[in-house]
């Protein structure tokens, strides 16, 4: 196929993804994607987008087809239809997902652009491989062009992993300092609403009654007592509403986890 391969184009849909309100406030939001989309469309085809589909809430690590939004997407293309995302991460963190979701699209006949990262350039278009000549095309037949988009693939991976970590350290960090990390209070504690800079976070603040409940708790549980005994007997030594032994049992895990969560 010489010249450019969109000059016969049927629809154009865009695809969009966000998986987490910190995506969200750093600048990707599905709304940011869907402008960055427009622009490309009108620029290169002076036309709009035909139809959106927007994964929210869903991770890239999760497979193509597994998406309801990107399902549905490749249940109404077809050939000469024309996907764009803005970025290869979009579509899928997923290096072997993206590689073999990448010759599905190539066999139908679609062209599929990467709008940020590869401009004009289409990854996936009609009879790819088979052009001679200088047309600007990424031909997925080129083994060097397969290990560059794992290559990109494998750094979205690690981008997320890295999130991932630096999420759950900051939440252990707040943790350490006594503030909640999500979900109600701990049995033992209570939530209480402090200023830290310019946002209002919820502090853990000890329960002076339940704390003597937990410290029977363990007492009891160092001695050698399961779950249904200690709370047989904290029912009896303590004036409270009445513990169940799989509460008890939630309890003690959460000690043995370190991580303060609810019981």
């Not at 599905?104 to 350039?121: A, S």
């Not at 047309?135 to 988009?149: E, G, T, Y």
């Not at 946002?199 to 937990?214: F, M, N």
């Amino acid at each position: 196929m010489s010249g450019n391969p969109l000059k016969q184009v049927n629809n154009i849909y865009g695809y969009v993804r966000v998986s987490t309100d910190e995506q969200v406030k750093s600048g990707i939001s599905l709304e940011t994607q869907k402008q960055q989309i427009t622009d490309f469309v009108r620029e290169k085809y002076n036309r709009e987008v035909d139809q959106f589909f927007a994964d929210e809430g869903v991770s890239g690590t999760h497979a193509v087809l597994d998406r309801p939004a990107s399902r549905d997407m490749t249940d109404v293309i077809d050939r000469h239809d024309v996907v764009i995302c803005t970025r290869l991460d979009r579509l899928s963190r997923s290096s072997s997902d993206l590689l073999g979701m990448i010759p599905v699209l190539q066999d139908i006949g679609i062209t599929l652009y990467f709008c940020e990262q590869f401009g004009e350039m289409p990854i996936v278009y009609p009879d790819a491989g088979r052009s001679k000549g200088l047309d600007a095309k990424f031909d997925m037949n080129s083994m060097a062009n397969q290990i560059m988009l794992m290559v990109l693939s494998a750094v979205a991976e690690i981008e997320h992993a890295t999130i991932k970590d630096r999420f759950a350290a900051g939440k252990l960090d707040w943790a350490s300092r006594g503030y909640a990390i999500g979900g109600s209070a701990p049995y033992g504690f209570r939530h209480e609403e402090v200023k830290t800079g310019s946002k209002t976070r919820k502090k853990l603040v000890e329960i002076p009654e339940e704390q003597a409940v937990l410290k029977t708790i363990y007492r009891l549980h160092s001695r050698g007592l399961g779950p249904r005994k200690i709370a047989k007997q904290v029912n009896s030594l303590h004036d409270i509403l009445p513990l169940t032994h799989s509460k008890v049992q939630r309890i003690l895990n959460r000690k043995f986890q370190g991580i303060p969560s609810a019981a």
